[in-house]
């Protein structure tokens, strides 16, 4: 699976965020640096984010990934996504 992980950039991740906030305005402009929560991200629009990204990834946020922190950006989502696959055995 290492090649997975490898494989998902944080452009990939920031397409799955822009589709999880379908009322989001200039998602144009969005960079996979872009602070989400400045973009006028919300706690309802995060949890869309959080399950779009959980159902494109085949994943679950362990509870120690579920800060404001990692969703400030696509960039520091991708980090946990491939942090989340990283450490899958079997």
Do not use: C, H, K, Y
């Not at 999880?20 to 973009?39: H, I």
């Not at 494109?56 to 491939?82: G, K």
């Amino acid at each position: 699976m290492g090649s997975d992980v490898r494989a998902i950039t944080d452009e990939e991740v920031l397409g799955v965020v822009i589709s999880g906030l379908p009322g989001f305005r200039n998602t144009e402009q969005l960079t996979p640096q872009s602070d989400l929560w400045a973009a006028g991200m919300d706690s309802l629009s995060n949890i869309s984010v959080m399950v779009a990204i959980e159902g494109e990834f085949d994943i679950e946020f362990p509870d120690e990934f579920l800060t404001p922190e990692v969703f400030t950006s696509a960039a520091n989502i991708a980090e946990a996504v491939r942090a989340i696959l990283g450490g899958r055995t079997g």
